[in-house]
DNA sequence: ACCTGAACACCGTTCAAGT
DNA sequence: ACCTGAACACCGTTCAAGT
């Protein structure tokens, strides 16, 4: 997470992606310009060029940088149930702690969290469970923790126009009646989210 | 759909949110700029600014239109747990229409699935189901069904630099051997969404 | 009321040049 | 090897002007 200086050269692939992403942190995908990461960094915009091809990569950097946060404990043992719902968990923290990027995460593919799956995987199957049934387990409870966790980190509707005063009335009884109502005891995140993973993983377990 | 040029004024706000959407399903979101859209619209690039304050706007009024395709049957009636489910299969089946318009859906919150989202729960909380719980139950399915959409369609990891090879090859086996073992039947996404779409429902049913 | 077109402050990327 | 800086082809948005 820390961004130390290298200490040959000035720039580095890594130490240029850690940056970025903390620019991302700071003020969102918008602000992240090729122009103001030179800012950054203090070099001239044009020598990250050196380092990556373009902003593409310059992207995808990132979303390996993310999910290589995502440290799955390595000789976890314990019911199978158990380790992938432990895992939905953590991957949900992560995608958390760095709300500005996820829809980068969930818009772009790459290698990274194909190999997270993979090690899920392996722990469904190594626990007896065929193949392409572990995939649509994996599959389907990473599906829901990044759609739950998109909502989650989304602007409120109505946009950065809509006024403070907006957002923080709970809202219109009268435009969404039943959602009023349902919303009325406060968003609950982390019960909601622990809900949808338990109901699904049960749902698997009894067919 | 069809996008019949307006009779009067040559635009109008609905007209330039449909050729949007259009440009956006042929040549995907980095394709829209406002000047592209004039060239579409056969006028000058900035006349959209009469009708529209922005191109925040513009997404805005594209995430509008394609969630207005959903048209959950009003009127429908039968156990809950089949009308959630066909809710959730049309908006699958909407988004898919719409590969390249997903990730600004999965991205921009709007005020219109807020209003899907109300109608939903009002079928749960007319079945009896507590507002709490019906929330739940709405929020999570909603949440699994854009996720295991964005996965769909998001391009295959190693972006667009990645060969046409690459890319019809099935996978590595030796750098993610469980995940190639899992999807050597092919991919099937349409069992495997009703696979954790059933699981869900089932794990939410049997409490 | 509705559209045009010049202008401004930005972009990403290329490329020759510097050290 | 690594960074600089000018240049090019784009952007979104503002605003005065046209009809």
Same mark, same amino acid.
């Given at each position: 997470?820390?961004?130390?200086?290298?200490?040959?050269?000035?720039?580095?692939?890594?130490?240029?992606? @850690?940056?970025?992403?903390?620019?991302? !942190?700071?003020?969102?995908?918008?602000?992240?310009?090729?122009?103001?990461?030179?800012?950054?960094?203090?070099?001239?915009?044009?020598?990250?060029?050196?380092? %990556?091809?373009?902003?593409?990569?310059?992207? !995808?950097?990132?979303?390996?940088?993310?999910?290589?946060?995502?440290?799955?404990?390595?000789?976890?043992?314990?019911?199978? @149930?158990?380790?992938?719902?432990?895992?939905?968990? @953590?991957?949900?923290?992560?995608?958390?702690?760095?709300?500005?990027?996820?829809?980068?995460?969930? #818009?772009?593919?790459?290698? #990274?969290?194909?190999?997270?799956?993979?090690?899920?995987?392996?722990?469904?199957?190594?626990?007896?469970?065929?193949?392409? @049934?572990? %995939?649509?387990?994996?599959?389907?409870?990473?599906?829901?923790?990044?759609?739950?966790?998109?909502?989650?980190?989304?602007?409120?509707?109505?946009?950065?126009?809509?006024?403070?005063?907006?957002?923080?009335?709970?809202?219109?009884?009268?435009?969404?009646?039943?959602?009023?109502?349902?919303?009325?005891?406060?968003?609950?995140?982390?019960?909601?989210?622990?809900?949808?993973?338990?109901?699904?993983?049960?749902?698997? #377990?009894?067919?």
């Amino acid at each position: 997470m820390s961004a130390e200086r290298p200490a040959g050269p000035a720039l580095n692939r890594d130490y240029i992606i @850690r940056m970025a992403l903390g620019l991302v !942190d700071r003020v969102g995908i918008e602000g992240l310009s090729m122009r103001e990461l030179g800012v950054e960094l203090g070099v001239d915009p044009m020598a990250v060029y050196y380092h %990556l091809p373009n902003k593409a990569a310059l992207f !995808d950097g990132i979303v390996e940088a993310v999910y290589a946060e995502v440290d799955v404990a390595p000789g976890a043992s314990g019911d199978w @149930r158990e380790l992938v719902a432990n895992f939905m968990r @953590r991957l949900r923290e992560v995608l958390r702690r760095h709300p500005r990027a996820v829809p980068i995460l969930a #818009t772009r593919p790459s290698y #990274t969290p194909k190999s997270l799956a993979d090690q899920a995987l392996g722990s469904l199957q190594a626990a007896g469970l065929p193949p392409r @049934r572990s %995939l649509d387990i994996v599959a389907c409870l990473g599906a829901y923790t990044i759609g739950h966790v998109l909502a989650e980190v989304s602007p409120p509707a109505g946009g950065e126009t809509a006024t403070a005063e907006e957002a923080a009335e709970p809202m219109a009884p009268d435009t969404f009646p039943h959602l009023a109502r349902a919303v009325a005891g406060g968003y609950r995140g982390d019960e909601q989210f622990e809900a949808g993973l338990r109901a699904m993983l049960a749902g698997f #377990t009894s067919d």
